[in-house]
């Protein structure tokens, strides 16, 4: 092989190399979106928490540390809830974290349960990281009762990730349904209305 082909062919071979880069980093498309929420629910069992916003419901299977926190046990301890950014794939699968706060002055029994859920103890109360994965549904045809009072805005940033060959993501309509005496079910399942404290100031994910 003479030196110009090989030239050639390595100079080919980078330039591949370098629109491989391309393709990976264009394959995907990022579009964000601020969620205006009406209101937090949750299952009477604790098992999901469905977060309403104004353009979409996110259902998410609730992990322990974050159904302990809505036993009655534990309800009155809790100081915080801060979202982190969350985000969906192109099968509106959401992830995202929760960092959960308990008050540092816990009884014996709550000391126990909230060291079971896997809070630990900090010089600022009993803290937790919890990993939040739902589906996010289209709240176009949903009749919504009258939102949760709450004392400000609450809005969670969303991070949408989806491939750029399909010219729009297709979100299933929302499972929740409303009973004619106004109350929302899940499935065949009851939401009750849960406060999850992320009011505070210093919460990136609300404005």
């Not at 309509?173 to 009973?179: D, E, F, H, I, S």
Request: hydrophobic fraction near 40%.
């Amino acid at each position: 092989m003479n030196l110009n082909r090989r030239y050639m062919l390595v100079s080919t071979g980078v330039a591949m190399l370098g629109l491989s880069g391309c393709i990976t980093e264009h394959m995907y498309e990022r579009n964000s979106y601020w969620e205006q929420i009406q209101g937090f629910f949750a299952t009477q069992d604790g098992s999901s928490l469905v977060i309403l916003g104004n353009s979409y419901h996110y259902v998410f299977a609730a992990p322990p540390a974050l159904r302990a926190t809505l036993d009655p046990a534990l309800h009155g301890a809790a100081r915080n809830a801060d979202f982190s950014e969350f985000e969906v794939d192109g099968g509106n699968t959401v992830t995202g974290k929760i960092d959960l706060q308990l008050k540092p002055d816990l009884d014996p029994a709550q000391r126990r349960m909230a060291e079971s859920a896997g809070f630990t103890l900090t010089d600022s109360g009993w803290q937790t990281t919890v990993a939040m994965k739902g589906t996010r549904y289209s709240a176009d045809q949903f009749k919504s009762p009258a939102s949760q009072k709450f004392r400000r805005e609450y809005v969670v940033h969303i991070t949408e990730k989806s491939s750029a060959s399909k010219t729009a993501m297709k979100v299933a309509a929302t499972p929740v349904t409303v009973l004619a005496d106004g109350a929302l079910i899940l499935g065949a399942a009851v939401l009750l209305p849960v406060i999850l404290w992320c009011a505070m100031a210093h919460n990136p994910c609300l404005r």
